[in-house]
């Protein structure tokens, strides 16, 4: 099941992100299509992130109107904009089109054919210019090797394990639902545009919203790795220095300070960073062209990080400061181009705590666990590590032998921006030296600086794509040296698949899929422990086992709250009961307490239920767990009244 | 003397074309006319040697160049009172029965609890893809409907039998393989996004199939003018499901599938028997060419879209009800019965205008060619008054009938209410009552639209009909999906009347507007 599901993810996210921008929005001659990607996938996000908190904050985000606006987009921009004399072309290109094809001159599958053929040939002679090129075929095998390496590293827990990972991940789920409920803070404000990208692509993917949470955190990783790929590659203009930097993140990625685990856990921040390269390359691209399409991509990419999490949107500031002030020292970077920059990134940052103003203004309090947490205090200096060390000298030694040797303004602003950059990331990192005690700060700076140290020990290598290494035995020199690092660094720091700790069994798991396939969604009710609530939520009904306990009385003809007085009157009730109680990693001691007495309170519940009932049955039981089941058929008069609503007499 | 088999002359066919039109205009009138007739390129080549239909065309303008055309403009008799009653009460009827098996089938539910594709006691599931499979072919399907009366029509009315029948077939062959098509893109859409479960697809599918045969054939006898053998043919296939279920013990569902191919085949072949009993009874002569599909798609489009638009607006405030999040949906589009029955009460409420719509439209065109020639060039302006005068005078009859209607159906629900006869109630469930309220007052503007638009196809100006019908297409979905969204579901029903409302304004300020060129449209509409 994770394969079909993972593949009808992953046609979402081309659908959303690739197809309907190429549709949208506008491509520039001069893009290569790696450019063009992110430029698209920076929009697309920005649009489908304001999209969704204006159609939430109106009560009216679902899968029709959210189409009803990409499909409204797309008509204004493909039709309505036009002049009258293009839409009146348009309309009578698709006259001809139809009558020919009633007149049986054009022909379906001719069309097919010819369409097919088309692509075809340009796809052949894609592949066939590159194939010819050594260098071309070798730096493509490459980066497709170490893509595919950091793929399987970083998706592999998602393939073999149902349990989302880490606790976050249990929030992520449980905002991403309530965003589909046209909730807005409905556990006080965060930014909710990570929570919106994910509802979206649930919408396109219509799998279980638990699957787009697995896949999506592997899928933000990987995009960070290209991300990483693309700003090295196109910062040196060098595709060696952009494989090195891709290699170090994502196969030495346990090495890096950062928290790896995280890598392939689905988090706001790690989606942040996504953005924080490319968002950086467009500042270096404005400053080199003045092309006013770079600098709205700029800000965009600042918005799309404000408005997913506050952290990336600071460490995306820290990067934009360093290359305006490489342009402005090396003088690449006019008054004009600043005046126009300011303003630019000054709307994004407004744009990025409008939420938050309009989430105040609904009087909703900031998120409590956040808020206490970027307040803390007493963050421990960090080490600065070999990597780091390393990733300075790197950055430092390029932009060295940049100023002596290179004439290139544009090549000596990237690599002042790479050193900057590097070195602010840093500075950062290292901040509790300098007397900023911040835990938070400290803690998703270690994250962030992960993102500079690729970049660092990589420009160096930038040097092995200059003309001297192009053909023949300069290639050869080039290839060895790259081979014979990554094989070296890969034995000195073998590569560890990415296996975040879970909070929940696999059974339970797998217990609770088999209950959503073979019930209809609404018709049950799922008794466990806190983590099946953002589980269930949206698709069944979840009481905890501690209410269960204490507010369901056993022994009564039906199940009826005592609380509410109301009976349970869902079709099938599923009670999980823990038999040796699961024990997650990082679980406080005073829950997992509570847990052990709450499930021998349940095991004790069930049996007295059993003595005055006949209708429990045991739906699956192994020797930790056995899930419990109490169907309630409905009787002729319920189901319909269910159909026709009260109305018989 | 192979081109002597239809006409002996060329000037038979002359007098033809004058017959369509006194005074052509040049060669290309000629053409079109002819083409109108059934003229094709192969049938102008063996009869007259003519390259095509032009060549032809500027053969009979070069005969006519050469001629002085009088003709005497025919006396028009005045209808006598009793056939002009006789007339009125046939069209009135005509319009009601329309309905029957509309009426039937809500009767059939009421009383043994089930009709051809409804059931009582369905699961929500059941019930939901059902419903849906039904909305699909009434979507699917009505271009094609409109299109089969059109283009049939128009050849029925020339005697061309077989011409009508090919024409029709050739749109229900078309309609099929949409509907096929669509079938699998459904098919396909919920292999990729998994809207539904399979078995919810496998009945809504075959619903969808057999239904959208069912409404095809529809047409042809419709067009045929076999209201009753349809009505017939529905009644026997709820008494087949009754036997099936009642007497053979056959489960609710497979009875019904039984029921409603055996409906649907009997029907298209009852089709296929009539036209052939036309055919014989009219003269024998050869059997004129198809025009090109080209053609047919050009005249037949505008009629096309708006019949899918009609069965889309009457549908749409469904769809978003039945979307409309509560606090948990199952699945993307859910069931709700409470609706259902409001809108299908309200339905009743249609009979009476239906058949004052087809009373209005047959006495407008009765002899609107034959009238507007016993007017003078300079006195044109007081044809056009006429028939405006007419015109409003109709409106003003529709909203007496129809309001008189409305009250009717309503103090009739509630004296069936009081008898307590039926299982289901109206009064009782606040929404279903709130629904059917509100439904009658949409759908008696609805109709008022209805015969603005009518009025628009007898005049083949049917352009402003298709553009009202889009506005209030997006005005239903518009207004129901805000509403239904920020109050209620049922709310919805407020789409479907402010989109009646725009349909009814809109065309009926089109018919306003053509009505003071009408002497023009009916001079282009020939």
Not at chain 1, 508 to 536: C, D, H, K
Not at chain 2, 127 to 137: E, Q, R, V
Not at chain 2, 336 to 341: A, K, P, Q
Request: proline letters at 3%; glycine letters at 6%.
């Amino acid at each position: 099941m994770p394969y079909v599901c993972f593949v009808r993810f992953i046609l979402a996210f081309l659908l959303m992100y690739v197809l309907i921008p190429h549709l949208l929005f506008k491509r520039q001659v001069v893009e290569d299509m790696l450019e063009c990607f992110w430029a698209n996938l920076t929009r697309m996000v920005l649009l489908v992130i304001i999209t969704g908190y204006l159609l939430v904050i109106i009560k009216l985000y679902e899968l029709i109107s959210f189409v009803a606006v990409i499909a409204g987009m797309l008509f204004w921009h493909k039709f309505a904009r036009l002049p009258q004399r293009q839409k009146n072309d348009l309309i009578d290109a698709f006259n001809s089109f139809l009558y020919d094809l009633a007149d049986g001159i054009l022909h379906p599958v001719g069309i097919m054919r010819a369409a097919l053929a088309k692509w075809r040939t340009k796809a052949v002679a894609l592949a066939g210019r590159c194939w010819k090129d050594a260098g071309c075929r070798l730096k493509v095998f490459s980066l497709l090797a170490v893509m595919g390496a950091s793929a399987y590293l970083r998706f592999h827990d998602s393939f073999t394990r149902l349990a989302p990972s880490m606790s976050d991940a249990y929030v992520t789920l449980a905002w991403m639902k309530y965003i589909e409920r046209q909730e807005l803070f409905h556990d006080g404000i965060y930014p909710h545009g990570f929570h919106i990208y994910l509802s979206v692509l649930h919408k396109f993917a219509a799998i279980d919203p638990l699957f787009v949470l697995n896949f999506a955190g592997p899928l933000n990783s990987l995009m960070i790795i290209a991300g990483i790929y693309f700003f090295a590659s196109r910062l040196t203009g060098a595709p060696t220095a952009g494989l090195m930097a891709a290699f170090v993140y994502g196969l030495l990625g346990k090495c890096l300070p950062n928290d790896y685990i995280r890598q392939a856990a689905t988090n706001s921040q790690e989606f942040g960073m996504v953005f924080v390269l490319p968002g950086i390359w467009f500042a270096v691209l404005y400053i080199r062209t003045g092309n006013r399409r770079h600098l709205f991509n700029t800000a965009a990419a600042l918005a799309v990080t404000g408005l997913v999490h506050t952290m990336a949107a600071l460490f995306l500031a820290a990067g934009l400061a360093a290359v305006i002030a490489s342009g402005l020292l090396l003088r690449n970077l006019s008054l004009t181009g600043l005046t126009r920059l300011c303003p630019a990134l000054g709307a994004a940052a407004l744009l990025s705590i409008l939420p938050a103003l309009v989430g105040l203004a609904m009087g909703k309090p900031f998120h409590s666990s956040s808020t206490q947490f970027a307040l803390t205090k007493g963050a421990p200096a960090p080490e600065m590590g070999l990597f780091v060390i390393a990733a300075l000298a790197g950055a430092l030694v390029y932009l060295v032998v940049v100023l002596i040797w290179v004439k290139d303004k544009n090549l000596r602003v990237a690599a002042l921006s790479g050193l900057l950059l590097t070195l602010c990331h840093a500075a950062i990192y290292q901040a509790p030296r300098f007397g900023v005690d911040n835990i938070a700060l400290a803690a998703r700076s270690a994250d962030f600086i992960s993102l500079a140290i690729p970049l660092g020990i990589s420009l160096p290598f930038a040097f092995l794509s200059t003309r001297l290494f192009e053909k023949g035995p300069g290639l050869f020199f080039a290839a060895s040296v790259l081979a014979s690092t990554m094989i070296a660094s890969l034995i000195l720091w073998p590569p560890v698949i990415v296996k975040p700790y879970k909070m929940q069994s696999e059974a339970s798991m797998r217990q609770y899929f088999r209950i959503n396939q073979e019930y209809r969604p609404t018709e049950w009710l799922i008794v466990s422990q806190e983590e099946g609530y953002a589980l269930v939520l949206g698709r069944g009904w979840h009481l905890m086992t501690g209410d269960f306990i204490t507010r369901c009385l056993p022994d009564k003809e039906k199940i009826i709250d005592i609380g509410t007085g109301e009976f349970l009157e869902h079709e099938h009730i599923f009670i999980f009961h823990e038999k040796n109680v699961f024990a997650p990693e990082h679980i406080k001691e005073e829950i997992l307490a509570r847990r052990l007495v709450e499930e021998k309170e349940l095991e004790k519940w069930i049996q007295t239920y059993c003595l005055y009932h006949t209708d429990c049955e045991v739906y699956y039981e192994d020797d930790d767990l056995a899930v419990y089941v109490i169907h309630q058929i409905k009787s002729n008069k319920e189901k319909f009244e269910e159909l026709w609503g009260e109305n018989k007499k | 003397m192979a081109e002597n088999k239809v006409f002996l002359h060329l000037d038979e066919l002359t007098e033809q074309v004058l017959k369509s039109s006194r005074a052509p205009e040049n060669h290309y009138e000629i053409a079109a006319i002819l083409e109108s007739k059934g003229w094709g390129d192969d049938q102008a080549r063996e009869s007259f040697g003519a390259g095509d239909v032009f060549e032809l065309a500027e053969q009979i303008w070069r005969s006519l160049q050469t001629k002085v055309i009088t003709a005497p403009l025919s006396p028009v008799e005045r209808m006598g009172l009793l056939p002009y009653i006789m007339n009125i009460v046939r069209s009135f009827l005509r319009g009601i029965i329309f309905a029957f098996p509309m009426v039937i089938s809500i009767f059939a539910v009421l009383t043994i609890r089930y009709s051809l594709w409804s059931y009582m006691y369905f699961s929500l599931e059941i019930a939901t893809s059902i419903a849906i499979g039904t909305i699909l072919s009434f979507m699917v399907t009505g271009g094609f409907m409109q299109a089969i009366a059109r283009r049939g029509y128009l050849y029925l009315t020339q005697n061309e039998y077989t011409l009508a029948r090919r024409m029709s077939f050739y749109f229900i062959k078309l309609g099929l393989f949409v509907c096929i098509i669509i079938g699998l893109a459904i098919s396909f859409f919920n292999l990729v996004f998994s809207v539904f479960t399979w078995n919810m697809i496998f009945i809504c599918l075959f619903y969808y199939v057999f239904l959208s045969l069912c409404w095809l054939s529809v047409a042809v006898l419709y067009m045929l003018r076999q209201e009753i053998t349809f009505t017939l043919l529905m009644g026997g296939g709820i008494g087949l499901v009754y036997v099936l279920h009642e007497w053979f013990k056959v489960s609710i569902m497979p009875a019904q599938m039984i029921a409603l191919s055996i409906v649907s085949i009997l029907s298209m072949s009852l089709a296929t028997m009539m036209f052939v009993r036309e055919e014989r009874k009219a003269e024998e002569r050869t059997m004129p060419a198809l025009p090109r599909l080209s053609i047919v798609f050009f005249t037949s489009i505008p009629y096309f879209i708006y019949g899918f638009l009609y069965f889309f607006f009457l549908n749409a405030d469904r769809i978003i009800a039945w979307s409309a999040n509560s606090l948990y949906m199952p699945y993307l589009i859910w069931f709700r019965g409470e609706y259902e029955l409001g809108l299908d009460w309200a339905l009743l409420t249609l009979i009476i205008p239906l058949g004052l719509v087809e009373v209005m439209i047959n006495a407008f065109a009765l002899r609107l060619y034959e009238n507007l020639m016993l007017f003078k060039a300079e006195d044109i302006h007081l044809f056009n008054k006429l028939y405006h005068n007419l015109y409003i005078r109709y409106l003003f009859y529709y909203c007496v009938f129809s309001v008189t209607s409305g009250l009717l159906v309503y103090f009739a629900m509630i004296k069936i209410e009081n008898l307590q006869l039926f299982e289901l109630s109206i009064f009782v469930n606040k929404t279903t009552f709130f629904v059917f309220k509100w439904a009658v007052v949409a759908y008696v503007i609805t109709a008022a639209g209805l015969i603005s638009t009518l009025f628009l196809f007898c005049l083949s100006h049917p352009e402003p009909a298709v553009r009202g019908m889009l506005w209030a297409c997006t005005v239903n979905m518009v207004v129901g999906f805000i509403l239904s969204r920020w109050f209620d579901y049922s709310l919805a029903v407020f789409g479907l009347l402010a989109g009646a409302v725009v349909f009814a304004c809109y065309t009926n300020l089109s018919v306003w507007r053509a009505l003071k060129k009408l002497d023009y449209l009916i001079y282009s509409s020939t």
